[in-house]
């Protein structure tokens, strides 16, 4: 399956998207600065999908691909912890019922954490979430 191929295909159906392509990768620009990037990597080990500076690596392309346009809808938001200005940590969230619910985290090893915490949530409004 050509991945970035299906990710173009689907992306035809939202004139209103931008995205960069590469021979390995393609990112979803965000409309605002209310959203993130959605990116997909292709390697030699499978993909990597990044939700600014999140990321999850998938060996199957289906799963890959769902992850991708979870992170372009409604039903995701991410959670970026800054400490300072820096930004230290990212939790993606998924909707259920009227409650948002952590899926997954990433984050940094080495914070500046003498620094003043502050929360962002940051949510792409392509898709709307069935």
């Not at 959670?79 to 940590?89: D, N």
Request: charged share 25%; hydrophobic share 40%.
């Amino acid at each position: 399956m050509d991945v970035i191929a299906e990710i173009k295909a689907r992306l035809a159906k939202y004139p209103e998207a931008r995205f960069a392509e590469t021979p390995g990768s393609i990112e979803v620009l965000p409309r605002d600065d209310t959203g993130f990037p959605v990116t997909m990597n292709i390697t030699a080990a499978g993909y990597t999908v990044h939700f600014s500076g999140w990321n999850e690596d998938f060996k199957s392309p289906e799963e890959a691909l769902d992850c991708f346009a979870f992170g372009l809808s409604t039903g995701c938001r991410l959670r970026v912890v800054y400490r300072g200005a820096m930004q230290t940590k990212w939790t993606v969230e998924g909707k259920q019922d009227d409650a948002w619910v952590a899926d997954s985290e990433t984050g940094l090893i080495f914070v500046p954490f003498w620094r003043p915490q502050r929360i962002v949530y940051l949510q792409n409004r392509l898709v709307l979430a069935t």
